[in-house]
């Protein structure tokens, strides 16, 4: 509901609520009703979004163009704590905000007292940007679990802390007995740094010969950030066929410059701290001194690859190798 008087502001929600395909029904009203909705701190004009779970009036803040509101009703239409329905799945696992929760995966005969001291839990958790998630196996398929959440029906229950940001994906789960006490020492274990995340990766492999080398999420350090040296990094998915484009012309590429060394991650079964990867291909320039602010280097031909690396890296006259493009 947009509470306002301005005729200008009025047309910008129109427009953004016509283009805005949600089940959220669009009102507005004028300042003089909306005193009674408002809380005394909220300026004019203001939208509230009225909810009928967890806090049930809203104040937005953001702007109303079409895509910040779309992506506002979107990140809130997952309740605090709710079973975990495909529909919610999708969108918790797809969310630009919401994908900080505590999830419980538990057999249904298990749920009655699993669930129980899990509400309890919530109660005691101040972070207010958490969702408390519970599921049961006939919800969540087996790859679902294994791929995103990291564990597998035998361990039921367990609850995983996923915390997503623009720093990639980390999980922390907790295999001990579901009761509030225990779930809480998990928590502040979490909040004073002491626990490690479970990280998704592939085995190391047994040869890596190059020119371009393999790293999985154990390795990434070692091939990418210790080498002296710039290092090119492709961050690929074998399904992806701009990916399967890409292979041969970066294998050739990095036969052109030894100086440079180049890596190739399959970033849908390996997570890299630092590195959230959501579509595909990536390319990245590590350079020698500078390998914590990576550049992002178009890929879409030889022609591409080869300026970026002409133009960035250093001692690359040593390779003695002619580019005739």
């Avoid at 290092?231 to 050739?252: G, N, S, T």
């Avoid at 350079?287 to 591409?304: Q, R």
Wanted: hydrophobic residues 40%; glycine residues 4%; charged residues 30%.
């Amino acid at each position: 509901m947009l509470i306002c008087d301005n005729k200008d502001v009025i047309a910008e929600f129109e427009k953004a609520a016509l283009k805005t395909s949600t089940n959220t029904v669009f009102y507005r009203i004028s300042e003089g009703l909306g005193m009674d909705v408002l809380p005394d701190a909220a300026p004019f004009p203001s939208t509230v979004l009225f909810k009928d779970y967890d806090e049930r009036k809203v104040i937005y803040r953001e702007g109303l163009a079409k895509s910040a509101l779309k992506k506002y009703l979107k990140d809130s239409m997952i309740p605090n704590m709710a079973r975990l329905e495909a529909k919610y799945l999708d969108m918790f696992l797809k969310s630009s905000t919401n994908r900080k929760g505590f999830v419980l995966f538990r057999n249904e005969s298990q749920g009655a007292i699993a669930d129980k001291e899990f509400a309890k839990f919530r109660a005691e958790v101040p972070d207010k940007e958490f969702l408390f998630l519970y599921s049961s196996f006939s919800e969540v398929s087996a790859a679902t679990l294994q791929e995103q959440f990291m564990v597998e029906p035998k361990e039921f229950p367990v609850i995983v802390l996923f915390y997503a940001d623009n720093m990639g994906v980390r999980r922390y789960i907790y295999r001990n007995e579901i009761s509030k006490e225990g779930m809480l020492k998990f928590y502040h274990s979490w909040r004073e740094g002491k626990l490690q995340p479970v990280v998704k990766g592939q085995e190391v492999p047994a040869t890596n010969p190059g020119p371009v080398f393999k790293a999985v999420s154990k390795t990434f350090d070692k091939e990418v950030l210790e080498p002296a040296m710039d290092v090119m990094v492709k961050f690929y998915a074998p399904w992806c066929q701009h990916c399967q484009k890409l292979e041969p012309i970066y294998k050739e590429v990095a036969a052109m410059y030894p100086s440079v060394k180049f890596v190739e991650i399959d970033a849908s079964a390996n997570e890299v701290e630092g590195h959230l990867i959501e579509s595909f291909p990536v390319v990245q320039l590590f350079l020698k001194d500078e390998k914590a602010t990576p550049y992002n280097v178009p890929s879409n031909s030889k022609e591409d690859l080869v300026k970026f690396i002409k133009s960035h890296c250093k001692g690359i006259e040593s390779d003695k190798m002619k580019v005739d493009l």
